[in-house]
Structure formats: structure tokens, C-alpha cells
């Protein structure tokens, strides 16, 4: 049962109950006039003057009652008690209760009771009760015979109190039960809400004619949107089109939906954005137990933004396809130089001055594989968070073992190798691993391309950084190439850098990890006059 529709029965009862009012005080008067003009016995009355000012008091309230629009409480249990007392006195000054008009007086006891529960049905019960005392004494004092009459209808009286109080019990009961029951709904619903609105996907309720029934928070903020979508129809609010752009009518596809259908490749238009949305269409069914119940068969959706899985799902597809490209020419070439060795051995071909250059390719080929093997093992270890643990790190004992190992190389290669660092730099608290493997990556690159000058690996602190950097005087990088670099596999056109062979994966990688670092890659470069790749992390003394 409804709120309205309780409001409306509430309105109802209580004007048939003043209608009822009326017509009883009206006849109440009518019996009194009747006992005035000697029609009925005056053995009670007792005067014109009495009769006229209670038929006056009468109107008046009555008048009052109906015409009034007070509806609190309080007023309206005082009225009823006023007419209650006023039917009283009528019949006690002239017929008294041994009237079976006197019943009437039951419907007061109603009111008082709809009013103000059991606190009204004690006071009107009261003063029907004195009254009825008083009608008896009266009897007895005036000696009249009626005290028979007065006793059946006391005794009717009491027994119509007794039933209706019984019935008035049992609505009571009932009254009780329903507000529980409506208490505990609203708890139910309370707590569908809550853990509708907890969910991170969307979720809508629409009913079999595509209206929005119901929807949590999330599914607000996919549809970026503060609106009540209550009352809309599912394709007014929920504009989806398919990856040529065309519109999609999500309620024709939902009316075909028998069972459970998930759809992947939904998409929805921002103002200046599109995301791809992953839509589950579950219809609501109902079981034979509640077939008989008035309820709507329609749909439940749930949303979800699946972009970000889906841009990560085509980048590892393009990732495989290219590592696998990548992989393969080595291979190839690694493969058929050590079948042309193993022809030549069999063919007594195999003489020093053919061996070694097949020897020496094959070899080039296994090393160029095996950084591209410890490139994708560092960038997995990245990835899943493998060395993530930090610790403090002294950074003049970094730079100092980075600069003996690499000096052979730079000096192999006839460059200068210098390191321009004070004494006392200070910590930092990071992962070691990611630290030393993105410093050997600039060094690496530093002195594969660079042909003459040197190689600086230099540190500046600050006053809660320090700024670690690698420069070159090698070929650099164009502009063009800058915004590129930190791609996976891509390496320059520049035939310098063709010369040399590489994975690729060497600075998308140190951008993976400077990213893991919680610092960003800072390059500075100018083609033919070489280039400074540097990184800046907090001090530890500025951590505390």
C-alpha cells in the first residue's frame, strides 16, 4: 500500500466521519425538540433554556469542525471530545440513555480513537463513561422506571466498546506489522542502493517499455552526467554508436536478449572523448512463485569502461608482432651462418680465413640478441614490479663502480671518459636496479654513438635533488627523432645510427624505468653536436 494511497483513505474516512457527525447531532436536536414539544416524555428535560444553549454550543462546534482545515492532533481530539460532550448533555436532558440514538456515540469513540490512537479512545471512553454514571444516577434519584432500558443500552454499549476495542486491537497488530514490514523494505532497499553504489561498474535497472527504473553512481559517471536519469527512456540517455560511428539502439538489441549477451565493442561519445564500453544485457526473469505478482520483466545493464583494456590488449598484440619480427632476422641470419660453417666443414672447406668472418656474424648476431632478451627481461621486471623494493643508495658509490666499468669501453673506442662529481653528493632512496640499469643505458648509447670527443658522467645536488646526467659529443638527435626516441623498436633513419645495431628498446625502456623512479627523462640535443640525457631524484635529507 501507498503513501498516497494511504493519504487519500485517510481523507476519505475522515469525511464521511463528519458527514456522519452532522446527521447524528442533526437528530440528536430533532429528539431533543421532540421531548421539548412534549412529543416524547419530558421526565428528564430539563428546560428550554438548557436544550437551546447545547443546540447552540452544538452548531457552532459542529460548524467550526467542518468548516475549519486544522488537521493536527490535538484540535482534533478536542473537537471530538466537544461533541462528544455536547451529545451528552443533549440526551442527558432529554431522553437520557436509555435511547438507542444513544449508539451513536460509537462513532465519536471511533474518531477519538483514528485521532490519537489509544490515548483518544480512553478520553472519549471516558466521558461516555460518566455520562452514562451520571444518566443512572439521575434515574435512581428521580425514581424512574427506564433503569432497565439504561442498563440494555449500557450493556450494548459495552459490548459494541468491547468489539470495536477487539477490531481496533487487531488493526493495531496489524498497523504494527506493516510499518515493520515497510521499515525492513526500506532497510532492503537502503542496502541494494549501498552496494549498487559501491560497485565500480555501472549499473542500470530499465523496465520492459526501455525506462530508466534505477541506476548507482557509477553509471553516472560513465555517462558523465549529474542528471536523474529516473523516468528517461535508456536510448535518450544512453547514446552508443559502433566502431564505424553508427548509431546503435541499445533497447532494440535488449528486447532480443533471451539470455545473458555481453557486447565489447560499444562505443560513447564525450564532448571531447570516446571511450569503448563493455555492456552486459541480463533480462530479469521471474520464477512461478511470483508469476501471479504484478512485476516487471525488464532488463538489468551493467557498464564497463574497458578503453585502457583494450588500448593494453592491442599494444601487447603489437608488442608480440614486432618482438617477433625483431627476433626473427637475427635468427635467420644466426641460422644459415652456422649452416654455411657446418657445409664447409663438410665439404673440407672450412680454412681459417672463412670461418672466422662466419664466426664473428654469428656472434654478432647472438650478442644483439641477447641485449634485446636482457632489454625485455629489465622492462618485464618493470613492468610487474619485480625490484620495486628501494633502498638508500650513496651516490658517489654508484658513480664511482659506473665509471670503472665502463671505462674500458669509452677507451677502447678512443673516447674521453670523465666524471665531474663532488666529494659528499649525498643519497638518494630508490630501486638500485632501475637506478644503475637506466644510468648503463645513456653510458651504453653514449659511447655506441659517439665517434670522437669524450663522454661526461656528471652529478649536481641540490638542496633536495640531485641531478644525475649522462652527455656525449656524438651525432645527436634531430627534432624529428625527439619526440620518438622513447618509442619501443624505434630507431632514427639517421645512417649513422643504422650502422650500429640495436633493439630499439634501449630508451623505452629507461623511460619505463624513470617512470619507476618517480622522476622523467631530460634531454637535451642538437644534431652533429651530441646530447645529454639526465634524471633528477629527491634527496634523502629532503625526505625526513
Given amino acids: 500500500m501507498t503513501r498516497k494511497y494511504q493519504n487519500q483513505r485517510t481523507l476519505r474516512t475522515g469525511m464521511w466521519l463528519r458527514i456522519a457527525c452532522v446527521v447524528f447531532a442533526s437528530l440528536f436536536v430533532l429528539q431533543g425538540y421532540l421531548v421539548m414539544v412534549d412529543i416524547l416524555p419530558q421526565t428528564r428535560y430539563m428546560g428550554d433554556a438548557v436544550f437551546i444553549v447545547l443546540v447552540l454550543s ?9 468548516l475549519s482545515k486544522d488537521t493536527t492532533p490535538g484540535f482534533l481530539l478536542a473537537r471530538t471530545a466537544g461533541l462528544e460532550l455536547v451529545a451528552i448533555g443533549l440526551i442527558l436532558t432529554s431522553t437520557g440513555f436509555g435511547s438507542l440514538l444513544s449508539l451513536a456515540l460509537m462513532l465519536l469513540i471511533y474518531e477519538g480513537y483514528r485521532v490519537y490512537g489509544l490515548r483518544g479512545l480512553m478520553l472519549t471512553t471516558t466521558i461516555l463513561t460518566m ?21 440494555i443500552v449500557v450493556l450494548a454499549l459495552v459490548a459494541i466498546t468491547i468489539v470495536v476495542s477487539a477490531i481496533l486491537r487487531i488493526q493495531s497488530v496489524r498497523q504494527a506489522v506493516l510499518e515493520k514490514s515497510k521499515a525492513q523494505a526500506e532497510l532492503e532497499r537502503y542496502r541494494v542502493s549501498t552496494l549498487m553504489n559501491n560497485l565500480a561498474q555501472g549499473v542500470l535497472s530499465v523496465d520492459s517499455h526501455g525506462i530508466v527504473r534505477m541506476y548507482n553512481a557509477a553509471a553516472l559517471g560513465i555517462l558523465d552526467t549529474n542528471g536523474s536519469l529516473n523516468g528517461h527512456h535508456i536510448d535518450e540517455v544512453f547514446k552508443l554508436s559502433d566502431e564505424k560511428g553508427k548509431r546503435v539502439h541499445i533497447f532494440s538489441i535488449m528486447k532480443k536478449s533471451k539470455f545473458t549477451e555481453v557486447h565489447d565493442d560499444f562505443f560513447y561519445k564525450y564532448a571531447d572523448d570516446v571511450v569503448r564500453l563493455e555492456v552486459s544485457i541480463t533480462p530479469i526473469r521471474v520464477g512461478k512463485r511470483h508469476s501471479r505478482l504484478d512485476i516487471d520483466q525488464g532488463f538489468i545493464l551493467i557498464l564497463r569502461d574497458i578503453t585502457k583494456q583494450k ?14 619480427h625483431e627476433l626473427r632476422t637475427p635468427l635467420t641470419i644466426a641460422e644459415g651462418t652456422l649452416s654455411n660453417i657446418e ?11 672463412r670461418i672466422r668472418p662466419a664466426l664473428h656474424a654469428a656472434h654478432e648476431q647472438m650478442v644483439f640478441l641477447s641485449k634485446m632478451v636482457n632489454d625485455l627481461s629489465t622492462l618485464s621486471r618493470a613492468e610487474r614490479g619485480i625490484a620495486d623494493e628501494t633502498e638508500v643508495i650513496d651516490i658517489n658509490e654508484l658513480l664511482n663502480a659506473l665509471y670503472t666499468e665502463h671505462s674500458p669501453a669509452a677507451h677502447t673506442a678512443g673516447l674521453r671518459f670523465d666524471l665531474d662529481a663532488r666529494h659528499n653528493l649525498g643519497s638518494v632512496r630508490a630501486s638500485r636496479l632501475y637506478l644503475t640499469e637506466l644510468l648503463q643505458n645513456f653510458l651504453t648509447n653514449a659511447v655506441k654513438y659517439t665517434k670522437e670527443g669524450g663522454i661526461k658522467l656528471h652529478a649536481e645536488a641540490s638542496r633536495d635533488s640531485i641531478v644525475l646526467s649522462v652527455s656525449d659529443t656524438g651525432i645527436g638527435i634531430s627534432k624529428a627523432d625527439k619526440e620518438k626516441i622513447f618509442g619501443k623498436f624505434y630507431r632514427s633513419e639517421d645512417y649513422r645510427t643504422r650502422e650500429t645495431r640495436g633493439t630499439g628498446l634501449g630508451l623505452y625502456v629507461a623511460m619505463k624505468l624513470a617512470r619507476k623512479l618517480d622522476t622523467q627523462i631530460e634531454l637535451k640535443s642538437r644534431l652533429n653536436h651530441g646530447s645529454t640525457f639526465s634524471i633528477s631524484l629527491r634527496a634523502i635529507d629532503s625526505e625526513k
Fill in 58 to 66: 452544538g452548531v457552532l462546534l459542529a460548524s467550526y469542525s467542518v
Fill in 343 to 353: 657445409a664447409m666443414y663438410e665439404k673440407d672447406l672450412a680454412s681459417p680465413d
Fill in 131 to 151: 455520562g452514562i454514571i451520571f444518566d443512572i444516577y439521575r434515574a435512581i434519584e428521580l425514581r424512574l422506571p427506564n433503569i432497565a432500558d439504561i442498563l
Fill in 311 to 324: 588500448n593494453l590488449d592491442e599494444e601487447r598484440d603489437e608488442f608480440i608482432s614486432v618482438v617477433s
